[in-house]
């Protein structure tokens, strides 16, 4: 049906898995270093560098232009 024999189909699937397999790792680490740098669900410290950007931000604003 794809034009592929079994042997290719079968060396198309380890590749295509082996990639898969290295891109979600890749993906799993990102998402665990960010959590470490700035943890995006409330809690202890969960929300408040965010909080605390965007009111450093308002009052920068508010400041120059207010």
Excluded: C
């Excluded at 079968?10 to 295509?16: A, I, P, S, T, V």
């Excluded at 790792?25 to 969960?46: C, E, K, T, Y």
């Excluded at 950007?53 to 207010?66: D, E």
Aim: overall charge negative.
């Amino acid at each position: 049906m794809a034009g592929l024999t079994d042997s290719e189909a079968k060396e198309f699937h380890g590749l295509f898995m082996s990639g898969f397999i290295v891109f979600t790792v890749i993906a799993v680490v990102a998402h665990i270093l960010v959590w470490i740098w700035r943890p995006w669900f409330p809690g202890v410290d969960g929300y408040s560098a965010l909080i605390d950007g965007a009111q450093y931000a308002s009052n920068l604003i508010t400041a120059r232009f207010g």
